[in-house]
């Protein structure tokens, strides 16, 4: 049977990856979620883009730079690499309207909800945003990934339930990262396509859409 992939592979950051801490603004505060680059090492395996799309207005509260975020994400790809698993890219938005460091105060089109870091991935990546999924634990993720067209997938790693994240809808709610991947693992096939479809823009799924 034809495998039917997506293009691409969307995660947050925080509360999919790597523990929700609150505010994450130093390197020994980061903490893989447990099966969480086991299951990024089986995204790489079946060639699939993963990349990361994640909010970081600590920097704009002045919590920490834009070289130190950098670091953080250095220590992220090194703590994957020890279990075999790789990030083909990481997209960030260091803004917030509120925020206090003057230089990194504005509204800005990249912050889930808007769609501008996906929409970046998909100009410098040339795939189709309809043909990725994104994994979230929030309801800013849900909301851009339904806005962008992507299949949205809920982890209850983090912040969000599917009750927390309303009125957002996520197409599929699962317990974590690992049993996300295996999901779409499993829809790498004709009929798990037609199936991965029908969730798309269907509306509220709650209970249906979770992987026995
Ligand atoms: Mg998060
Ligand atoms: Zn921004």
């Given at each position: 049977m034809t495998k039917r992939l997506p293009s691409a592979v969307f995660l947050d950051r925080d509360g999919v990856i790597n523990e929700e801490v609150g505010l994450l603004y130093r390197t020994d505060q980061l903490r893989l979620i447990p099966g969480a680059a086991q299951a990024i090492r089986k995204l790489n395996a079946l060639n699939l883009p993963v990349i990361v799309v994640t909010n970081q207005s600590v920097v704009a509260h002045g919590l920490c730079t834009e070289e130190t975020l950098a670091g953080i994400h250095e220590e992220l790809k090194r703590q994957l690499a020890e279990q075999g698993a790789s990030l083909s890219a990481i997209y960030y938005c260091p803004h917030h309207e509120d925020g206090e460091v003057a230089e990194y105060r504005r509204a800005c089109d990249?912050?889930?909800?808007?769609i501008g870091m996906l929409q970046a991935a998909a100009a410098d990546f040339g795939f189709q945003l309809q043909d990725c999924v994104l994994i979230g634990d929030r309801r800013g993720d849900m909301e851009a990934g339904r806005a962008a067209g992507c299949l949205t997938i809920l982890v209850e790693t983090g912040f969000a339930t599917p009750v927390t994240c309303q009125p957002a809808v996520p197409d599929r709610v699962c317990r974590d990262l690992a049993e996300a991947v295996d999901f779409i693992a499993r829809n790498g096939d004709e009929a798990g396509r037609v199936e991965l479809k029908s969730f798309n823009g269907l509306g509220p799924s709650f209970g249906v859409g979770k992987v026995e």
């Open positions: 990249d912050r889930k909800p808007g």
